[in-house]
């Protein structure tokens, strides 16, 4: 989530870097969901919970204010997790 925050809020210093990442992490969780798939259910869940450090991280990194940053995530999990899904520009 911290790089989906960067990749929509800071469209101009976006690289390949970010997409690698971001693709990275969706496989890892998909990866998780296969070896243990009574996690998937809860996956909405440990989102929301999960969002706020992520928001606080990518204040930190992209020295933009916490308030820029939507309170509450703003995707669906079926979006976090989908290789087609990248977040418009703020």
Known sequence: MVHLLKW???P???A???SYTIREQ????AELFDDTPSLRPTAAEVLSAAYPRARLRAA???H???ATFPSACPWQVTQV????FWPESA
């Not at 997790?81 to 087609?84: G, R």
């Open 8 to 10: 929509q809020y800071q």
């Open 12 to 14: 101009d210093r976006r």
């Open 16 to 18: 390949h870097g970010h």
């Open 26 to 29: 969706r496989l890892a969780i």
């Open 60 to 62: 930190r990194d992209t």
């Open 64 to 66: 933009l204010p916490e």
């Open 81 to 84: 997790l989908n290789d087609d």
